[in-house]
């Protein structure tokens, strides 16, 4: 049986419906152009995005001047030494009784221990031997003015009877002195004794006490002091400053202390030396303040972190925003509406995270921190 041939008119219209089909699927896998985004466009220095927005990549902190950042320092409180005493051992000896605790108030002229001093004894010894001289020599002197007078002795015997009386005085108001710190020294004919007793030179606190009974002490021995007594009632603080902020705090100026013991309580200071040299280590200057403590929360050796106000000096911007082109420092300066200034200024250092303003910025303008090298790469490929 034979296949009936299509006509050819028939036949032609089928393969151009194939062709027209064939073209249709083979276009669409061609890729769709779409149109490009805009992109920032630069006029001078300055870099503007489109539809005057910021872009959220860009983040912005404000030039503050100096009032709104107050300068912070770190320091421990100590002993007002105006206030202290640090008592030692006059004469080498045994510790027999003490008298005062840590923490015990004693008054000025008041006991804290006493000592079996045989040095005591000795130095006791020596006013009466050095009295005993001394009067030997007045007799003496006495004697040669009657002799001279009717003339019995030389003018010479006279004059060194005189150089024999006044060294005898000389070495008697030496051991008198020696003696006058702890209690003066025995009239003739007392009693000699060793015990000496140590007394505090001042009213405060026993803050230290260095020894117990029956300890050997002397005078020479290297060590910390065997008792230390002080008032409490004022503090000194010490303080460490950066040397950049040296000109923004002066004798007199008030500081807010505050301590992790007392976390809701701020204590005034007042700053009453600030150092004449720099630490080469940290690059600080030691500041000295005097806080008064009523109450006696504080105590000696406690951490401390203060605050000074500040109502002069230079604006400061963050270090953040700070780039370096060439020997120019520079900022990009917000303008708003999505533009951003490329501005140079003269800045100097305030430290690791700021720089003082000197000129070319303002207090409350907005500068970029985080993007400054983008915001350089578009300004460098527009030139």
């Known amino acids: 049986m034979n296949t009936p041939l299509y006509p050819r008119a028939a036949l032609a219209a089928a393969l151009a419906v194939i062709g027209l089909l064939t073209s249709l699927l083979s276009g669409c896998g061609k890729p769709v152009i779409e149109a490009a985004p805009p992109q920032p466009t630069v006029n001078g220095a300055v870099v503007a995005f489109p539809g005057q927005k910021d872009p959220a990549e860009l983040r912005l902190a404000e030039v503050i001047s100096a009032s709104e950042r107050p300068v912070e320092l770190a320091g421990r409180l100590v002993w007002n030494e105006d206030a ?7 004469f080498a000896g045994r510790v027999e009784r003490l008298a005062a605790q840590v923490g015990q108030s004693v008054a000025k002229g008041a006991t804290l221990a006493t000592l079996s001093a045989a040095e005591l004894g000795q130095a006791q010894a020596d006013v009466q031997r050095a009295l005993a001289d001394e009067r ?3 007799r003496q002197l006495e004697r040669a003015r009657s002799l001279v007078e009717v003339g019995a002795v030389s003018r010479k015997d006279l004059e060194a009877a005189e150089a024999d009386q006044a060294r005898a005085a000389a070495e008697l108001q030496r051991t ?8 003066g020294a025995p009239e003739s004919g007392a009693s000699l004794h060793q015990s000496l007793a140590l007394v505090s030179p001042v009213s405060g606190v026993v803050v230290e006490r260095n020894l117990n009974p029956g300890l050997e002490v002397r005078p020479d021995a290297a060590g910390p ?5 002080s008032d409490p009632r004022t503090l000194w603080v010490m303080l460490d400053l950066d040397e950049t902020l040296l000109s923004r705090v ?30 080469p280590s940290s690059r ?28 002069d000096g230079l604006p400061l ?24 200034e490329r501005r140079f200024a003269q800045l ?24 400054t090298l983008f915001l350089n790469q578009l300004l460098d490929a527009a030139q």
């Open 84 to 90: 202290t005493a640090r008592i030692y051992a006059p």
């Open 136 to 138: 030997q020599a007045q």
């Open 176 to 183: 008198r002195a020696r003696l006058a710190p702890y209690g």
């Open 225 to 229: 002091p065997l008792f230390v007594v």
């Open 250 to 279: 002066k004798p007199g100026a008030r500081i807010e202390l505050r301590t992790a013991a007392w976390p809701d309580a701020v204590f005034t200071a007042t700053v009453q030396h600030v150092g004449e040299w720099v630490d």
């Open 284 to 311: 600080t200057v030691k500041v000295r303040a005097q806080v008064d403590n009523p109450k006696g929360q504080l105590r000696g050796e406690m951490f401390v972190k203060g605050q000074i106000e500040a109502h």
């Open 317 to 340: 911007v963050p270090a953040d925003a700070v780039f370096v082109r060439g020997d120019q420092l520079g900022v990009f300066v917000s303008l708003g509406q999505g533009r951003y």
């Open 348 to 371: 100097r250092t305030a430290g690791p995270q700021w720089w003082h303003v000197v000129q070319g910025l303002k207090p409350g303008e907005k500068v970029v921190i985080g993007g």
